[in-house]
């Protein structure tokens, strides 16, 4: 693969995890052709999540959105790919799923923004600093699928 790849941050969120949406989550990352590099099962705290989501801060629902968030387990993931965090947004669709295309996870299986069971890195910056906040280095796997040729020029 000559061409740079790049990582991003998904994390499926406690709505997603409660409606047992993980399996078919990855599956839409794996049958486009990312890989998966790193995978965490975890019940976050509120420390953790204000770190995560430290940009919204002075946003009213704030609060609210940490609570909710470390209300229950998560699975924070890792994907590498060209392009993957500008085409992995496009997978997950816009974060209010009335906006999200038919197609999208968000517009095939969300209703209202405040449970839209995914957050994705909104850039390659802000990938980087949510993998580093969420995993250590030696979870985070280099490895070369066999299908890599079949996907890549």
Known sequence: ?????????????????QRG???KIIKRFEQK???????????????????????????PFFPGLCKYMSSGPVVPMVWEGLNVVKTGRQILGATDPKD???GTIRGD???QVGRNIL?????VESAKKEIDL???PKEVVDWKPAATSWIYE
């Open 21 to 23: 949406l993980v399996g």
């Open 134 to 136: 969420w995993f250590q």
């Open 33 to 59: 052709g990312f890989k998966l590099v790193g995978l965490k099962f975890v019940w976050p705290t509120e420390e953790l999540l204000k770190k995560h989501y430290a940009d919204l801060a002075a946003r």
């Open 100 to 102: 999200s295309a038919p």
């Open 119 to 123: 957050h994705g890195s909104d850039s």
């Open 1 to 17: 693969m000559g061409d740079v790849t790049e990582r991003t941050f998904i994390m499926v969120k406690p709505d997603g995890v």
């Open 109 to 111: 299986l969300c209703i």
